[in-house]
């Protein structure tokens, strides 16, 4: 025999329901507010001046996806507990955050993934002047792109690491769309501006769509949308939300060769991030001129189990044929292993600097449609 089926509500009991959720949301966003203000308080106590910390931010933000059962969508709590965040620093200080801009740019939509809308955020001219601000302290945090799953790694900012003494503490995922936008039809368009590294990822779909039209770089994918707006026959290459910025259709979405064309930015500042346990360090090597260097800089972390990411060299511009290696690594320099690995690594090299030891993204996402269909409001 079956027990008694409970009884069915009506629309309005369910949207009762609700709004009795919504204000239960609201008591507890006020009750968290408070509480984070009183934290704030006793970082001002102990003499610390910065209110965001990356390495708690992803360990709250694990730990909201972990205690989910999966009913409400993982990315958007995620971006809902960002918010959260970063609506409680605001109330203290929010942090200032500079990143290649102009607005609507991927630089842009990484900031407001990792900081919220509620931080103030600027953009700059290049990655040389976010560096410069980081390092006068003009802002708390610089974000800079480092590399693209399609293109590599962007060089122009490695060198950086090599003048100034800035550390990295965190890193962004982001995966990136590229749309063409116009306000011409497709069969009209004779020219298309963008930046490099978009015509680079959607070479494939260019060849078989528009395979005669001119390409003109710029600085910047929202300054495409903005220079071919109320040109005849001309489009741009860029984001959805430089679209929306510039109200220009999209004429044709996701136009990305590769699918999970995904690009990394790191977080940098003059401050360190404690370990989260879900870790990785970058470091900075010059070896010496002799044979088997290259091996002898690996067997410490290879004796050692510790798993390398990612190996890059780039000229010193010191030297002809000087050599420093950036080197990605699993794991916190407060690890015993990996302090005993650069320990070695150290003793051995010519020039040797860490970094930074920060937390690893949580996961590769669909991050970015979720910040654009939210996003519009801040223009």
Known sequence: MTGKQPKKLTLDELRAQIDELDHELVRLLDKRAEVARRIGEAKLTEGKQRFFDASRQKKVL???LDASNGEFPGESLRNVFVEIMSG???????PTVGYLGPEATYSHLASMSEFGNSADLRPFNSILDVFIATDREWIDYGVVPIENSTGGVIHSTLDMFLDYDLRICSEIFLRIHQ???SRNPMERIKTIYS???????CQIWLRENLPNVQLIEVSATARGVEMSKDRDYA??????LAARKYNVPILAANIEDMKDNTTRFLVISKQDSPRTGKDKTSVMISIKDKPGALFDLL????ARGINLTKIESRPTRRKAWDL??????EGHVADKPIAEALEEVRKAAKSFKIMGSYPRDIKITERMERL????GDIF
């Open 299 to 302: 067997k410490p972390f290879q």
């Open 62 to 64: 694990q730990s909201a």
């Open 195 to 201: 930046k490099a590294e978009p015509f680079q990822q």
């Open 235 to 240: 489009a741009a290459i860029g984001p959805a």
């Open 88 to 94: 409680c620093l605001a109330r203290e200080k929010p």
């Open 372 to 375: 654009e269909q939210t996003a």
């Open 324 to 329: 420093v290696f950036f080197v990605d690594l």
């Open 179 to 181: 749309n063409l936008i």
